[in-house]
């Protein structure tokens, strides 16, 4: 099974000629790295997303939808708390202690609020 980025870069491989080999080489790892990350078995490295964009040229357009199948297809998250209040901290942890059980119908609810505090 791809990730969102695996189906992506599998993509930009077929229409560049391109075997998971040659990608490898050029993003400076090995064949079966490139292949765990494209399966979601590790995080795309920070540094792909500008030798993949430079390597094939891509577009404005192609680097959004590139960094949006990276974000959909990450395994972990890090949040830096080394600034934030003890609330902000409070609440980061309350978070990841329920991520787990979050539906979908709270998730949305959850974006939502956040999204009204971005305005």
Known sequence: MYTKFGE??????IKNHEVMG????ML???????????????????????K????????SEDKTLLKKAIDE?????KIDMKDSSIMQRRVALQFARSFDDIDD????????LL???EK
């Open 8 to 13: 992506f870069v599998r993509i930009l491989r």
């Open 73 to 77: 297809s990450k395994l972990q998250t």
């Open 115 to 117: 999204k009204q505090k």
């Open 28 to 50: 400076g790892t090995t064949t079966p790295f490139l292949s765990a990350v494209e399966n979601g078995r590790k995080n795309v490295p920070k540094d792909w997303m500008g």
């Open 105 to 112: 119908e709270t998730a949305e609810k959850i974006i939502a």
């Open 52 to 59: 993949i964009s430079t390597h094939y040229n891509l577009s």
């Open 22 to 25: 040659d990608m490898a080489k």
